[in-house]
């Protein structure tokens, strides 16, 4: 092979480069270890392992001021773990005990192996780009070395309006918190009809922040969002222990129904996909290989999942069916009627509202980057980004005063494009880069894909019809006043 060859995009055409280096066995028994591929060197043909570059070279491809493994796990916690703590008991009170646990497990293993499956796809499409300037837009590039122009294009528009609707989800919730924790320590200052100022308020506050460049940029907004929710869930399980009734058998339990367990899916599937965002992460770590990225997910994910699943069993056995979309509203509701201490409830609001203004920042930066991208702003920063950014965010608060709702719109989310982004794509674009994969990890991933889109379809079509209904009680029914209900 010519090292010097220039191609059309800028890399190697897949089949050519899969003619050479052909991969026989598949991910699945690489996931824990580094995929490292033949590159050719600059100086003649000779074909060199990647793993034994020189130390001269500075290890070719390590960030001297990237994100390290540990860094990056908070950034996963930070980015995907907030709204399901507050959304998962409810979740799991209209999926039932043992039907959402199942469900919890189904799918936080599907988006830990196709995570991982897109994080394999990342470096294989790296080793493939001559160009080494930074890229903002890494999860639709991989579509379209995959597969091409049109996967892209498909990602590019789930993804960013998962991202959008995400962090309309994090204003809505940092403005009821922050408005509700205000008017128990001050006064009646909030109310439903303020709710959309606190929204101004909110936006606000975080909009700087937006302006900043890229996640390793801010490390510290990531430990910030992990930390903050760490010591939330630890005082929401205080509170379980302190209102909990001598026999939880007495607490009533919600009825479960498919059009629950539906929209029930679309939670858990919101709680746990992030790795529509893990490309962005992984490239900016110091060492983006599979396996150094596969120990920042799995340290993630466990954090996660230590945080999401105490906090929706605590509450679903505690508090059954008077659990409502938010399980802070619901303990803030719990204390008004009996009268009942709500220091702690306050501390964990505080500390949710920290973790909401700082997951909505890093949340909302990969679509900042990608808008920058198509409307051509400089990668350094510059009054033009600023105000491209400063649209963008106030879009999503626009978006947040039509529809102050959360609920629906995460159940909706997740049980939509979330699918797409978490499960589907990333299974395509792997296949794509890894045509030989054997064919029992090929029915694996069939398996999945087919199980992820009947849910799907089946979630969405109830969060629909629940979103009909919220907005028809919020502009349309008799006795609408515009306002969502405290």
């Not at 043992?98 to 897109?118: D, E, F, K, S, T």
């Not at 760490?230 to 222990?241: G, S």
């Not at 709500?342 to 203004?357: D, K, N, P």
Request: net charge negative.
């Amino acid at each position: 092979m010519d090292s010097k060859k220039a191609y059309p995009y800028g890399y190697q055409p897949l089949d050519e480069y899969t003619s050479q280096d052909t991969d026989e066995t598949g991910v699945q028994k690489k996931l824990g270890e580094s995929i490292e591929l033949d590159q050719v060197s600059n100086t003649g043909d000779k074909v060199v392992d990647s793993d034994v570059e020189n130390d001269e070279n500075n290890n070719e491809g390590m960030q001297v001021n990237g994100l390290s493994v540990v860094t990056a796990g908070l950034f996963i916690v930070g980015e995907i773990c907030g709204a399901g703590v507050v959304a998962f008991p409810a979740a799991l009170s209209k999926s039932g005990m043992i039907g959402g646990m199942i469900l919890i497990v189904v799918v936080l293993v599907m988006c830990v192996y196709c995570g991982l499956l897109l994080g394999y796809s990342w470096k294989r499409v790296k080793e493939l780009r001559q160009d080494k300037e930074p890229l903002r837009d890494p999860y639709p590039y991989i579509g379209e070395i995959a597969v091409g122009k049109g996967v892209r294009h498909a990602i590019t528009f789930c993804l960013n309006f998962q991202i959008f609707l995400t962090c309309v989800v994090y204003v809505i919730l940092a403005a009821e918190i922050v408005g509700s924790f205000i008017s128990f320590h001050v006064g009646d200052i909030h109310s439903s009809a303020n709710l959309r100022i606190w929204l101004v308020i909110i936006t606000c506050i975080v909009l700087p922040f937006t302006w900043l460049g890229t996640p390793k940029d801010f490390w510290f907004v990531a430990l910030a969002a992990a930390g903050s929710t760490t010591v939330a869930v630890v005082l929401i399980i205080i509170k379980y222990a302190q209102i909990a009734p001598p026999d939880l058998k007495t607490v009533t339990k919600q009825s479960v129904t498919f059009g629950t367990f539906a929209s029930a899916f679309g939670t858990f599937v919101f709680g746990f996909t992030g790795s529509s965002l893990f490309p962005t992460i992984q490239s900016d770590m110091k060492d983006p290989s599979p396996k150094s990225f596969a120990k920042a997910a799995y340290l993630g994910y466990i954090g996660i999942t230590l945080l999401y699943v105490p906090t929706a069993i605590g509450g679903y056995l505690t508090l059954g069916k008077d659990l409502e979309s938010s399980i802070l509203k619901t303990l803030s509701h719990y204390d008004n009627q009996h009268g009942t201490d709500r220091v702690i409830v306050s501390i964990a609001e505080f500390l949710f509202a920290a973790h909401f203004l700082s997951g909505f920042i890093l949340m909302v930066n990969p679509l900042l980057q990608q808008f920058e991208a198509f409307v051509g702003v400089p990668y350094k920063f510059s009054p033009k980004r600023v105000g491209v950014r400063t649209l963008v965010v106030l879009s999503i608060l626009a978006t947040c005063e039509l529809f102050p709702q959360f609920g629906p719109i995460v159940d909706l989310v997740g049980g939509s494009v979330n699918v797409f982004l978490c499960f589907i794509f990333p299974i395509w674009c792997y296949i794509g880069l890894y045509p030989d994969t054997p064919m029992s990890e090929k029915l694996l991933m069939l398996f999945i894909v087919i199980f992820a889109s009947v849910a799907a379809i089946a979630s969405t079509v109830s969060n629909c019809l629940n979103i009909k209904e919220a907005f028809h009680d919020l502009y349309l029914a008799a006795n609408a006043t515009g306002h969502p209900k405290s």
